[in-house]
């Protein structure tokens, strides 16, 4: 499927420098979170259900051609316990809806790492228990080589992976909630 319907909040992300969006959406008596992220090769689509345990991962190209597993698909659609033969459900009309669902414009500001946080038993992303901040290691003292540019740059954005990547520097994470620290900059 073309998400033709995505094309104008994408231009607009990519006119303001923004690397990741979120929105929500309703059906079916379910609440949707949709995040979109700009990646070197195209769009990376995470999808999630409010109060459900499930989500999926949807691969965008350059075009906006998207498409769904069947996996992903009769997963969701046993959860939201629609058919074909009855609701006339399929993967192209979520998506459909899905992309037709997205604001025309971006919203230009941050998307909270806890909005992120519930995706991350949906995607690969090192030490993947580890999902709450805590700051910042630089290594000039240690002349270690920084690493989890993947997860800096899913929870933080493109240009804090590239400075991270820049000055060798390594987001810090923990797997206990009391440890996790609002948000600073890397820019020291």
């Known amino acids: 499927m073309i998400a033709y319907a995505l094309r104008p909040l994408i231009s607009d992300m990519r006119k303001n420098d ?21 990646k070197a090769a195209g769009y990376e689509i995470l999808v999630g259900i409010h109060k459900a345990q499930w989500g999926c991962v949807l691969l965008m ?20 316990d629609l058919n074909y033969s009855k609701q006339g459900f399929t993967s192209f009309k979520f998506l459909l809806l899905l992309s037709k669902s997205a604001p025309k414009k971006s919203a230009c500001t941050k998307v909270d790492p806890s909005v992120l946080r519930s995706f991350t038993k949906y995607r690969p992303v090192d030490e993947n228990d580890k999902i709450y901040f805590i700051g910042w290691n630089t290594h000039i003292k240690d002349k270690r080589q920084a690493r989890n540019f993947d997860k800096t740059e899913f929870f933080f954005g493109k ?22 620290k609002p948000y600073s900059n890397p820019f020291f």
């Open 18 to 38: 923004v690397y990741i969006e979120h929105y929500s959406f309703s059906y079916n008596h379910h609440l949707f979170d949709v995040v979109i992220s700009v």
């Open 61 to 80: 190209n350059e075009n906006l051609e998207v498409n769904m597993s069947d996996k992903d698909f009769y997963s969701l659609r046993n959860i939201l």
């Open 159 to 180: 240009d804090v992976a590239d400075y991270c990547r820049a000055h060798n520097i390594s987001s810090l994470w923990t797997s206990d909630p009391t440890e996790e």
